[in-house]
């Protein structure tokens, strides 16, 4: 129902920024959660930054002060942004996307298929 495509990874040196966007499709216009996840080599995925339609967005300590999500809804496509300054080598993984939304009674998901960020010493 929902498709993501990620853009924007890379290869950067550290304390230079990027900016990661997720570009959603198909039938679903709105959603309740968007947010961007990690998983580094032998990591878990965790949370990176999220944000629900009500209320202030969250971040990873880790990232705080340094990584801002936002989106827009133009057209009824939604896409999704994660702009990372200051980055660290610690910031090295796979990034992905991630919506959350409502269909009837029914709370379904959609993840992306990823983006590499490779920051450099």
């Known amino acids: 129902q929902v498709q993501l495509v990620e853009s924007g990874g890379g290869l950067v040196q550290a304390g230079g920024s990027l900016r990661l966007s997720c570009a959603a499709s198909g039938s679903v216009f709105s959603f309740n959660v968007v947010g961007w996840y990690r998983q580094a080599p032998g990591k878990q995925r965790e949370l990176v930054a999220g944000a629900a339609t009500s209320g202030s967005p969250n971040y990873a300590d880790s990232v705080k002060g340094r990584f801002t999500i936002s989106s827009t809804n133009a057209r009824n496509t939604v896409t999704v942004y994660l702009q990372m300054n200051s980055l660290k080598p610690e910031d090295t993984a796979v990034y992905y996307c991630?919506?959350?939304?409502?269909?009837?009674?029914?709370?379904?998901?959609?993840w992306g298929q990823g983006t590499q960020v490779t920051v450099s010493s």
């Open positions: 991630y919506v959350r939304w409502n269909s009837g009674k029914t709370t379904l998901s959609s």
